[in-house]
């Protein structure tokens, strides 16, 4: 507004002493009025790319909108052209003075014909950028209000950025959908997508991201693992430049065996890897518009999303945060679904298993060789006191056994990669949708 002002007065005085001096100028020769209308002409055409190029920053059409322009400065010209005819002629004001009348009055026109119609398009995105926060949840029905009060509190404390609440249910059976709709009932900026079923927590999330048709789209947890408190922080990093800016969990205070074996699958998951992983990175984070377009057009049906994150490569802000502890509701996160989460992570970004099938296939092979030497040389040379036995035997072929069932799994999970990407099944199918209208 301040801006527009600004250029608003430098080229009201451009108008000013421009129609004077023409005034002045061409008096003798020309008629007041076609001095009026070469007048408007010119400053109509300043005005239009000052306020296009500095105040709006328009990307649309320089024709269409220069011909909306003449549409909103014509109607006030024409009232300008006869008032200034009406005011000199008639009742003898001094031409300065009645310029200076009117001239106040058309800034008052097109101020809101440029605000309502020129740039109208321009004018609403130039004011606020959209920002997408994206949660899926599943019997959460204790943390949503908190998880939307914690959110709109955040917002509020960037009023130049737009926002919306996008939270897809995975037909939870606590309730859950009914707070939704409560909340979304008193808060237009909360909208909602319930599934028929329950699609996981890979796909359901990964649908609602794609989705969300925001400059920037946050992905987080609504069971406040992820604290929202940290979005201020991503969208600083996004206001530097930054197309992806993730939270990396620092500290956590789980205790017992998970923490152990999550460590040691982010270290063997950054070493298989082709592409860098980053470690502790759970999909919280927030990605621009750009890498959202990029991954829709993967069409990844099961995607492991924090790995395409890094496949992409763009220039990341990783910002540390120490795990809160759930206050309420239970962990859906069993054994099950991290190591569903871990193999497809594996799969998804290392060729490393099945070239690790084949070295064990060879070393095995070639044990099995020198082993059978040996016994035969031995055999040979003490015929009568060498005895094999069938421990050997029985070691042999249970180990042999068990390395075989376990490269088949991971051969499996390969195959069923492609199985998952051949079948081409909806990633979701949705029960309704809540304040998208």
């Given amino acids: 507004m301040l801006r527009y002002l600004l250029v608003g007065g430098i080229n009201t005085a451009f108008g000013y002493f421009a129609t004077v001096g023409l005034y002045y100028a061409l008096r003798p020769h020309l008629h007041i009025i076609v001095i009026g209308l070469i007048a408007n002409v010119i400053c109509i055409t300043e005005s239009f790319i000052t306020y296009k190029l500095v105040v709006f920053n328009s990307r649309e059409p320089w024709l269409r909108e220069y011909l909306r322009c003449y549409v909103v400065y014509g109607s006030s010209a024409l009232i300008g052209i006869a008032g200034l005819w009406l005011l000199v002629n008639v009742l003898g004001i001094p031409f300065w003075l009645a310029q200076g009348l009117l001239m106040g009055i058309s800034v008052a026109i097109s101020y809101a014909g440029h605000d309502r119609f020129t740039f109208k398009s321009t ?7 959209l920002v997408s926060i994206v949660a899926g949840c599943f019997n ?3 943390n949503i209000a908190e998880l939307h009060q914690r959110i709109t509190a955040v917002m509020a404390q960037v009023p130049h950025l737009d926002y919306e609440i996008l939270l897809i249910d995975n037909a939870s059976t606590d309730g ?11 808060d237009k900026h909360l909208k909602a997508i319930v599934n028929v079923r329950n699609f996981g927590h890979i796909r359901s999330p990964y649908h609602a991201l794609l989705l969300a048709q925001g400059d920037a789209v946050i992905g987080m947890a609504s069971d406040l693992e992820d604290p929202p408190e940290l979005i201020l922080d991503f969208i600083r990093k996004w206001e530097e430049g930054f197309k992806v800016a993730i939270g990396v969990r620092r ?4 205790r017992g065996l998970m923490p152990l074996m999550r460590k040691a699958y982010y270290n063997l998951i950054t070493r298989i890897s082709e592409v860098e992983q980053v470690q502790n990175f759970t999909g919280f984070g927030l990605y621009d518009k750009a890498v959202m377009n990029i991954l829709r057009q993967i069409e990844d049906p099961y995607p492991y999303f924090r790995g395409l994150i890094c496949e992409i490569g763009y220039a990341r802000a990783e910002i540390p945060f ?9 962990s859906k996160g069993t054994f099950l679904v991290y190591l569903d989460s871990a193999l497809l992570g594996i799969v998804n970004h290392s060729k490393a298993p099945l070239r690790l099938a084949t070295m064990i296939g060879i070393t095995m092979s070639g044990l099995s060789f020198l082993t059978g030497i040996y016994y035969l040389v031995r055999k ?3 015929w009568n006191e060498f005895q094999m036995g069938i421990a050997p035997l029985a070691v042999g072929l249970f180990f042999f056994m068990g390395m ?3 490269l ?5 999970e390969y195959v069923g990669l492609l199985v998952t990407h051949t079948v081409k099944r909806p990633m979701v199918v949705e029960r309704e949708r809540i304040n998208f209208d």
Wanted: proline share 2%.
């Fill in 123 to 129: 004018a609403r995105m130039s004011e606020k950028k």
């Fill in 140 to 142: 959460e029905r204790d």
């Fill in 176 to 186: 859950t959908v009914e707070v939704i709709r409560e909340i979304a009932a008193q």
């Fill in 251 to 254: 500290k956590h205070e789980e």
């Fill in 322 to 330: 120490d795990k809160p502890v759930r206050k309420r509701g239970i």
């Fill in 380 to 382: 040979l040379l003490e």
């Fill in 404 to 406: 075989l069932f376990l």
């Fill in 408 to 412: 088949m799994g991971l051969l499996g």
